[in-house]
């Protein structure tokens, strides 16, 4: 079945700590997006990637880190500069064709607790 | 700047019955296209439907609908002959082509709950 993945489902960080959330697709999707989701909001865009080798920051880049050196794989790196950084987090992917019905699919989502 | 408002933060139907979600977007575009999902307690992000704006049909998926009015901004999703399982967030999304990235633009969302 092809579909996005995402581990863990659920992380504790302590203060002062780096984590990584892993993101993995199998749909052969060009683009690659990372969301972060607070209570009573709606995502926001933390980071995307069309390429390989290529990202671009979103709305809410400062704190986190990304690298895409394979098509299926997109981690991001919450690290302790970030200051809020408990939030559930959804990886997303698309063809990235550009074409207007080029639809966003997401992952089951991670959830971080920073104790 | 791309908006997205969805001014329902909660909504209750009966099992069976027709229920309306609302959203209204704010865009200077006249090339984009919207999105509704879904998103269970279990939190995956499920896309249901999508409308763009020189469509001359308003969407359809299943049981979905979009009720797509381009002059008023507004983009409301419509379901029919509810069930249980309808149950969870419900997301409008927006995205503008003229960037030539895939941005999608969240409201805050409504929060669906089906009664037997």
């Known amino acids: 079945d092809g579909g996005i993945t995402q581990s863990p489902k659920y992380l504790f960080r302590k203060e002062g700590q780096n984590v990584t959330l892993s993101c993995e697709q199998n749909?052969?999707?060009?683009?690659m997006y990372w969301y972060r989701q607070d209570p009573g909001q709606g995502l926001r865009l933390i980071y995307y990637?069309?390429?390989?080798?290529?990202?671009q920051k979103g709305d809410i880049a400062e704190g986190y880190s990304v690298s895409r050196e394979k098509k299926e794989s997109f981690p991001l790196t919450v690290t302790s500069a970030q200051k809020n950084p408990t939030a559930f987090y959804l990886c997303?992917?698309?063809?990235?064709?550009?074409?207007?019905?080029?639809?966003?699919?997401f992952g089951p989502g991670t959830r971080l607790t920073v104790l | 700047a791309q908006k997205i408002t969805q001014t329902q933060p909660g909504m209750f139907v009966q099992e069976k019955e027709a229920v309306t979600l609302d959203c209204t977007y704010d865009?200077?575009?006249?090339?984009?296209?919207l999105f509704w999902y879904k998103q269970p307690s279990s939190g995956e992000m499920i896309f249901l439907i999508y409308?763009?704006?020189?469509?001359?049909q308003n969407a359809t998926e299943g049981r979905y609908s979009l009720n797509f009015q381009k002059a008023r901004k507004s983009a409301n999703l419509v379901i029919s002959a509810s069930q249980l399982g309808d149950s969870a967030m419900y997301f409008c999304?927006?995205?503008?082509?003229?960037?030539?990235?895939?941005?999608?633009?969240f409201g805050t969302g409504t929060r669906l709950l089906v009664s037997p």
């Open positions: 865009t200077s575009d006249q090339s984009y296209g």
């Open positions: 997303a992917s698309s063809m990235g064709s550009g074409g207007r019905t080029d639809t966003q699919y």
């Open positions: 990637s069309q390429i390989v080798n290529d990202f």
């Open positions: 749909l052969n999707h060009d683009a």
């Open positions: 409308q763009g704006s020189y469509d001359e």
């Open positions: 999304a927006m995205r503008e082509f003229h960037t030539g990235f895939q941005k999608l633009v």
